[in-house]
C-alpha cells in the first residue's frame, strides 16, 4: 500500500503469505477469535478492540459507527452504549446488527452478523463502576445522537452533572445506558492474499444450532 513504513510493509507481506486453511482454524470461533485478537494485540495494532458497527432503522437506512469491543466469550460479542441513541433506538426497531474488525496492517478481517440482546443489568452495573468517572458523567451528560445547539450546551450539562454526584459519591449506571451482545450467526475469518485472492472462512450457525465451517468465493 502506497504510504506503508517499511515496518508496516513487512507486516502486511508477512501476513498476507500465511494464508488461512480450514486446518489452520480454531473448533469454535470464539477460540479462532481469541488467537486472532492476540495477534492484533501482539502487533502493536492502535485500539484492536474497535469494531465497525452497522444497524438499520425499522426503514431499512443503515448506518454505521465505530464502538469498542468490552467482552467476548460464546454467547457473543458485548459493547456499551446509550440505549436512547441512534444505534439504540434502531436496534430496538430492528434488533439485528453487523460488526467489522479492520485490522488492516495484518491483512485480517473479522466480520461477524446477528441478533443483538441487552446484556444482564448486573453486568452492565459492574462494568460501568470501572469506568473512568469522566466516563462515568459524561453518560449521565450526554443526550447521545440528539441535536444540540452548540458545544456550549454539552458543556454545561457536564457541569451540573458533576454538580450532582459529589466527587465523594459513586456514580451508579444510568437506567438509559447499558450493555448490548450481539449473539453471532455468522463469523467470517479474512486473510488478505495476493492477486486479490483472499482466504474467507467462516463459522455459521446451521438451524439445528450447530455450528459448520465453510469456505467463502473471494
Known amino acids: 500500500m502506497t504510504g506503508d513504513t517499511p515496518d508496516l510493509a513487512d507486516m502486511r507481506r508477512d501476513y498476507e503469505g500465511r494464508g488461512l486453511d480450514t486446518a489452520d482454524l480454531a473448533a469454535s470461533w470464539p477460540e479462532q477469535f481469541d488467537r486472532w485478537f492476540a495477534d492484533a494485540v501482539s502487533a502493536?495494532?492502535?485500539?484492536?478492540?474497535a469494531m465497525v458497527l452497522s444497524t438499520a432503522d425499522a426503514a431499512g437506512w443503515p448506518s454505521s459507527r465505530t464502538v469498542l469491543?468490552?467482552?467476548?466469550?460464546?454467547?457473543?460479542?458485548v459493547f456499551y452504549t446509550n440505549y436512547e441513541s441512534r444505534k439504540g433506538a434502531e436496534l430496538r426497531a430492528n434488533p439485528q446488527a453487523a460488526l467489522l474488525f479492520p485490522w488492516f496492517p495484518m491483512m485480517r478481517q473479522v466480520a461477524i452478523r446477528g441478533t443483538v440482546v441487552e446484556v444482564d443489568r448486573v453486568e452492565t452495573e459492574t462494568y460501568f463502576a470501572g469506568r473512568p468517572r469522566p466516563s462515568q458523567i459524561a453518560a449521565w451528560a450526554s443526550p447521545q445522537s440528539r441535536v444540540l445547539p452548540d458545544r456550549a450546551t454539552l458543556d454545561e450539562r457536564y457541569a451540573a452533572t458533576e454538580r450532582r454526584f459529589p466527587a465523594e459519591s459513586a456514580i451508579p449506571a444510568p437506567p438509559h445506558w447499558g450493555g448490548?451482545?450481539?449473539?453471532?450467526?455468522?463469523?467470517?475469518?479474512?486473510?488478505?492474499?495476493?492477486?486479490?485472492?483472499?482466504?474467507?472462512?467462516?463459522?455459521?450457525?446451521?438451524?439445528?444450532?450447530?455450528?459448520i465451517i465453510e469456505r467463502l468465493a473471494p
Open 69 to 77: 469491543l468490552k467482552g467476548i466469550d460464546d454467547r457473543g460479542f
Open 44 to 49: 502493536g495494532l492502535a485500539e484492536p478492540n
Open 180 to 211: 448490548l451482545r450481539v449473539v453471532p450467526e455468522t463469523v467470517e475469518f479474512w486473510q488478505g492474499r495476493g492477486g486479490r485472492l483472499h482466504d474467507r472462512l467462516r463459522y455459521r450457525r446451521t438451524d439445528q444450532g450447530e455450528w
